[in-house]
């Protein structure tokens, strides 16, 4: 190869890697599609440990006041919503449970945006199905929120009134008009 030809092999290579480097208008989108589906992974699996924290029989206290946002601690009217005070509060709540042998089974879909209602912050909201061995299936709509880097409870709510029961996908409707 002449000196020429060396050159313009290598300017060739390296006008190729800055347009790789640059992606097309389609890998944009991909990039795009796939930061929004790992939020919604991450929304799903906040939402699924925070369930399970709650409905375990034991609960587990710790985890869900860590899962919770300061304002939807049961102990933000007074101290602020501390990890401390809603660990406690919850641990007096769950003290006379009993151990639940039967299996438990939480699934967590319909991850949406929910905007701002007159108490709660916009966020994500989800619908998580629960269903203990033996029984009938129950559901709670979740709004989360991000709060210290991580996707936190702001709001749950039953979904199960009889209002509910001709859809699949309440969340919406239950976080507007629950309290």
């Known amino acids: 190869m002449t000196a020429r030809q060396v050159l313009t092999a290598a300017a060739s ?7 790789s480097a640059c992606g097309s208008s389609d890998d944009g989108k991909q990039s795009g599609n796939d930061a929004a589906q790992q939020e919604t992974k991450q929304v ?4 699924k440990a925070y369930m ?11 985890q869900m006041c860590e899962l919770e946002t300061k304002a939807a601690r049961p102990n933000y009217s ?8 809603c660990i406690t509060t919850y641990t007096a709540y769950f003290n006379d449970q009993k151990p639940e042998k039967s299996a438990l089974t939480i699934a967590v879909d319909h991850v949406q945006d929910v905007p ?6 916009a966020g994500k909201g989800a619908l998580a199905t629960c269903k203990r061995a033996g029984g009938e299936p129950f559901r709670y709509a979740l709004r989360l929120v991000k709060e210290g880097g ?23 409707d239950v976080l507007a008009d629950a309290s």
């Open 13 to 19: 290579a390296a006008a190729l890697l800055a347009l």
């Open 44 to 47: 799903a699996n906040a939402a």
């Open 52 to 62: 399970t924290a709650w409905l375990q029989r034991p609960s587990q206290p710790k």
């Open 78 to 85: 007074k101290d602020g919503g501390s990890l401390s005070g």
């Open 116 to 121: 701002a209602s007159s108490s709660r912050p």
């Open 150 to 172: 991580a996707w936190r409870i702001a709001q749950r709510a039953e979904a199960d009134g009889d209002q509910y029961a001709h859809t699949t996908d309440p969340v919406a």
